[in-house]
């Protein structure tokens, strides 16, 4: 019934690579071999023929490059605002936990910043009172957002 023709003869696959490099589409390549356009993609995919990203990966580096063009998410831009001024820290102070609490003390009013560790003897939280709207004092605020720590690991 049907003749065993084969679909990539020597000839398609040079009409092929002429058209490909004349830079027509896929489907018109097709429709001048007399194949399906399927058959175009996969037959210069087996080739190694390709025009450059595809839309997939050009929408993946837009979106790459609007995500790095962001900058750091505004509540970590504002905490930092609170403890840094370009880049050096407004209180320079040495953190000192006069007020430790346990876990059961623990408020909104009292630093979150945990001293030694968990389940250990004299495990606490710093308890000083933190800066407004952070959960830590602004010793422990400058141990926990630094400027620019974001962008670094990135690039790591």
């Not at 896929?26 to 071999?33: G, L, P, S, T, V």
């Not at 990203?53 to 605002?81: D, I």
Request: hydrophobic fraction near 35%; include cysteine.
């Amino acid at each position: 019934m049907f003749a065993n023709i084969p679909t990539w003869t020597t000839e398609r696959v040079e009409l092929l690579k002429q058209h490909f490099e004349a830079g027509l589409s896929c489907r018109d390549i097709a429709a001048q071999i007399g194949v399906s356009r399927n058959a175009v993609i996969g037959k210069l995919t087996r080739l190694g023929l390709t025009r450059g990203p595809t839309n997939v990966e050009q929408r993946l580096q837009a979106s790459t490059k609007e995500r790095g063009a962001k900058s750091v998410p505004r509540a970590q831009y504002r905490m930092l605002q609170v403890v840094y001024e370009n880049g050096t820290p407004v209180i320079d102070a040495p953190i000192a936990s006069e007020q430790t609490c346990s876990l059961l003390e623990l408020s909104e009013e009292r630093c979150r910043w945990p001293i030694s560790t968990p389940g250990e003897e004299g495990f606490c939280f710093c308890g000083n009172t933190p800066l407004k709207g952070l959960p830590y004092c602004a010793g422990h605020t400058r141990l926990a957002y630094k400027p620019g720590s974001r962008q670094r690991m990135a690039r790591a």
